[in-house]
Structures are given as C-alpha cells and as structure tokens.
C-alpha cells in the first residue's frame, strides 16, 4: 500500500452536493423509468398486433435499442444529434432519451413474455363473456400479465438507477458526475468513492425491498394467505441488478 | 334479421331452433402447408328450447372447436351459425365501418346470451370468486357494480358457493371451481349454455356434485349442448346425442338411441371402447 493519508471529512464537507447529486440521479431515475414503462408497454402490444408492419417495426425497435451500450447511446444522442439537427437536448433531457430508449426496448420484451405466458383460456373465458379485446386486455390479460411482469421491471429500475451514472459522461452532475467532480477538487478519491458506492447501494437495497414487498402483496391471492417471498428469497430473485433473460 | 325482430323472436319464443349452425369448417394453422389442419369439415345442428344436445367423440375428433365456433372464440372458415334469429359467418366485414359495427354487435349479441363452461374451469385467478361472476355483468352489460354484486352472490348460492363468495380460486377444489365458473355464466343470464368436458379434470368423488348441477340446470329448462364422456349422464339428461368423429358428424339421434344401440360402426367401437 502507498502511503495515503485518509481525509473522511471531505465526506461530511461534500454532503451537500452529493445531495444534490443523488436527488439529480433520483429525478434521472424516476422519470426514465415512468416513460420506459408505458412506451415498453406500447412497444410489446405492437409486437403481439394482429398487423404485421406494426410487428416488424415493434420487433426492429428491440432490436436496435438492445444492440448498443448506454454509453453508446448517451454520447449519440447528445453529441451526434445536436450536432446534426441543431437542437441542443441539455445533458438531464439526452440521459432521460437514451434511457428511455434503451429500457423501454428491455422491457418491450418482459412485457411481451409475460403477457404471453397467461393462459390462452382466460382470454377465451372473457370474451366468452362478452368482454371486447380491450376489456379482456385490461381486466384479465394484463393484471395476471403484470404480476409476471413485475420482478423483471423491478430489475430494470434497478439498472436505469445503476446505468443513470454513465450520463455523468456528458456533464450531468448527478451523483456520479458530482463524485467524479468533488474528487478533482478534494483529491480524496478513495473517500468519496466510496460514499458514492454506500450511497448507491442503499438507494438499490431499497428499490429491492420495496418490490419485494409489492410483489408479495399483489401474489396473495396465489398462494391462499402465505406470507411470501423470505428476505433471501428476493435477494436471490433482485440479483441487484443483473438483467432478466427474456 | 334486424336487431329488433331479433330481440322480438327471443322474447316470442316460438319453441323453434335456438341455435342452428350449418356447414361448418375450421382448419388451424391455415397457409401453413405442413401444420395445417382441418379440424371441423362440414358440421350441421341444431338446438331447440329447453334441448340438451350432448356431443361425444374421441380425443382430437374436433368437439371442442364447434363448441368454441358456435360462440365465435373460433370462427369458422365457412358456414354459418343462426342464434335466436340472427346469422353470422365467420368473415368480418373488414371495409366498411358501419358494417364492421354491426357485426361486432351481433358478435356481442352471441356471446353475452351463450354461457360457456370449460374443462380446466379458467377462472380469473386475480379475482375473488364474487368478482369472477360478477365482471360479465359489469363490463359486458353494463350493470352497476352494486347490482353485478347483488347477481353475483344470488348465483353463487345457487350452486351453494355463496360462503366462498370472497375466495380466490386458488383456494377452491376443482368442483368448487366450476361452481363458480356455472356462476359466472349463469350470471349472464344466457339462452344457451356451452359445457366442454365440465368434469373431465375433476376428482371422480367430486363428478357426480357437477353433474347434478348440470342436471338441474337441465330440468329447469336451460337450452345446453354438453361436451362429455359420461354416457350415464347422456342417456338420462340428454335428449339427443351428436356422436362426432374426424370433424364430421357421424350418427346423430335421440340420446337412449343412440347410447344403447348406435348403428355406425365408429359409433359402435366408440362406445364399447368408452363404456369397457
Ligand atoms: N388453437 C389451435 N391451434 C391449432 N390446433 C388446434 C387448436 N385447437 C385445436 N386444435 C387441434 O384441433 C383438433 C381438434 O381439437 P378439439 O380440441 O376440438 O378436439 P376435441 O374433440 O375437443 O378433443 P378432446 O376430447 O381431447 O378435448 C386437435 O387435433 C387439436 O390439436
Ligand atoms: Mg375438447
């Protein structure tokens, strides 16, 4: 080991704007997350439309925004577009684009198996009933399809949260961005590193815990008043942020 | 036929054909030249008020597809199906709007006033039992959700489920589970009941339970065409058997006829294969 002399105080000294980081990288989160789960949604019904240009485009958008990294798209988006169309998107708009697109296409796909993986005899037991194909959509189809859905979307959350730090590449000073920042200053990159990486955990540990909680409230009436995934359980089932094989 | 002279003929009840489908053809997997199937291939019947039409055949021989074109699940390719005065083929007018609507009605029409019961029950597992019957009433035709309830618990006491009228099917037996799915039908207040198999996945202690209610239903004057392999409930409850094999209709009579003496050969090993 170099001799290194610890100076934790710069943690105490930097709160601030690691709060304000780490509200930034929340927003980041958040809304990316919102839009990608109503545009995967839109995307995966696409792919299961009786249309087969409405499924071909579906299916080319997976494809393609599944291709490339994050890191990829980020710059492309803000570097490559601006230059082209003149628009400049500002760093927190282009991190929300590229992670829009990017999970959207992700979870396009969680959708799309679990919306298949509901027996074909609820959907003919509700228009059997009457129940025209939005109304089986949204009252059979799509509940028991989202409880599928929902340990899958958690994991994304989990990764836009993670991913959310690569935008500190183009500026945005989120979390990581205001890390990376601090440290040119304060020289103390092993003290605040690490109170990034605590900081980082915790918001995870904590997504992770909710969604176990909401998982095991929407699957009561599965297992007739169990009390649910054990805390082992869904820290196997959240791998913290490992993506779901489709 | 108009919607009106439609309603008018079910309220007349002329005592005539409830249901009468004519040259029915249904092939799955169609274009596909290698997996294509023709599964249905020229089906004829007919129902009257108050008939119970039981249908039996072996496994794959198509029963379950004419329930499911009768009520358009599956259209057919071909023929047509006459219920309480109105006709459908299975083509949808796709070109014209107006045309479009009126056959999504006619459509709504069917399903609403044909009940149908499945093997596997295909209860909403997300919902309570009370909900599972009640959802047609709400979202198909349109009662409050006050008086889908107030239907919802008369039918499930009919079938002697109200007690688990706030259970999830998980927490069902089988033969309470299709309690509940003769519930949910029943609720609709049908003209014709459809039974695929009702008892075919359930425990044989629990069959006859089912069986009695089918009956029942029966003597209380529901129209029903019954998918079944029990021949002692055909020969009792039935008043014609449809005997069906490889998607034609192969010997059709008066259920005793038929059960106790069928005169096609198929129909003949059929039974002493089903009755040994
Ligand atoms: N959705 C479908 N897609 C493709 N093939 C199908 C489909 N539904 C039914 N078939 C095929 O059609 C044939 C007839 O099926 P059907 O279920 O109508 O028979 P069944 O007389 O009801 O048999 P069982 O007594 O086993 O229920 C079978 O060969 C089946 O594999
Ligand atoms: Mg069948």
């Not at chain 1, 025209?132 to 509940?143: A, W």
């Not at chain 2, 169609?30 to 008939?51: F, M, N, P, S």
């Not at chain 2, 009640?134 to 409050?144: M, V």
């Not at chain 2, 003209?191 to 069959?207: G, H, K, N, R, V």
Request: hydrophobic letters at 45%; proline letters at 4%.
């Amino acid at each position: 080991m170099v001799a290194y002399t610890f100076q934790w105080h710069v943690v105490p000294e930097s709160a601030g704007a690691l709060a304000h980081g780490l509200k930034l990288t929340l927003q980041l989160s958040a809304i990316s997350f919102a839009l990608s789960l109503v545009l995967g949604l839109v995307v995966a019904l696409c792919r299961l439309a009786p249309s087969r240009p409405l499924r071909a485009l579906a299916y080319t958008y997976t494809q393609i925004f599944r291709a490339l990294s994050l890191y990829v798209y980020v710059l492309f988006i803000y570097f490559g577009i601006s230059a082209v169309f003149g628009i400049n998107l500002g760093t927190f708009a282009a991190g929300v684009v590229a992670l829009t697109l990017l999970n959207s296409a992700y979870m396009a796909e969680i959708y799309r198996a679990a919306i298949q993986s509901v027996d074909h005899g609820q959907r003919e037991a509700a228009l059997a009933l009457g129940l025209g194909h939005t109304r089986t959509f949204s009252s059979v189809t799509f509940p028991q399809a989202g409880r599928v859905a929902v340990p899958g979307l958690v994991n994304q959350l989990v990764d836009i949260v993670k991913d959310s730090s690569i935008v500190a590449v183009i500026g945005l000073l989120d979390l990581m961005g205001t890390t990376i920042q601090l440290v040119s200053t304060e020289r103390a990159p092993f003290e605040l590193y690490t109170a990034t990486a605590v900081a980082y955990i915790v918001l995870i540990l904590a997504i992770s815990a909710a969604a176990a909680l909401l998982e095991r409230r929407l699957a009561r009436h599965l297992r007739g008043g169990g009390s649910g995934p054990s805390p082992l359980e869904w820290m196997q089932r959240y791998r913290f942020g490992g993506r779901v094989p489709t | 036929m108009s919607e009106a002279a439609a309603n008018q003929a079910a309220e007349l009840d002329l005592g005539e054909e409830i249901v009468v489908a004519e040259g029915i053809h249904k092939s799955f997997n169609r274009g596909h030249k290698e997996r294509e199937i023709h599964v249905l291939r020229g089906v004829d019947l007919q129902v009257a008020k108050g008939e119970v039409l039981v249908v039996i055949g072996p496994s794959g021989s198509g029963k379950s597809t004419l329930l499911r074109c009768l009520n358009f699940i599956a259209p057919p390719d071909a023929g047509s199906v006459t219920f309480l005065g109105h006709c459908l083929t299975g083509e949808v007018p796709r070109r014209r709007p107006a045309e479009r609507m009126r056959y999504e009605r006619a459509l709504r029409f069917y399903r609403t006033h044909i009940g149908m019961v499945f093997q596997h029950f295909n209860l909403f597992p997300h919902m309570t039992a009370a909900d599972n019957v009640a959802l047609g009433p709400t979202r198909a035709l349109g009662l409050t959700r006050r008086e889908a309830k107030e239907r919802s618990l008369e039918e499930l006491e009919r079938v002697g489920m109200g007690e688990k009228a706030g259970q999830y099917p998980s927490q069902l037996s089988g033969g309470q589970k299709q309690r509940v799915a003769i519930a949910r039908a029943l609720a609709m207040r049908p003209q014709l009941m459809l039974f695929d198999e009702a008892t075919s996945a359930l425990d044989p202690e629990l069959i006859g339970g089912i069986l009695e209610e089918m009956k029942r239903l029966a003597e209380s004057g529901m129209t029903m065409i019954v998918v079944t392999h029990e021949m002692g409930f055909a020969r009792e409850v039935g008043d014609r058997v449809l005997f069906m094999d490889e998607g034609v209709v192969v010997e059709e009579g008066g259920a005793r006829e038929v059960i106790e003496s069928p005169q096609h050969e198929r129909t003949q090993a059929f039974l002493s294969a089903i009755l040994s």
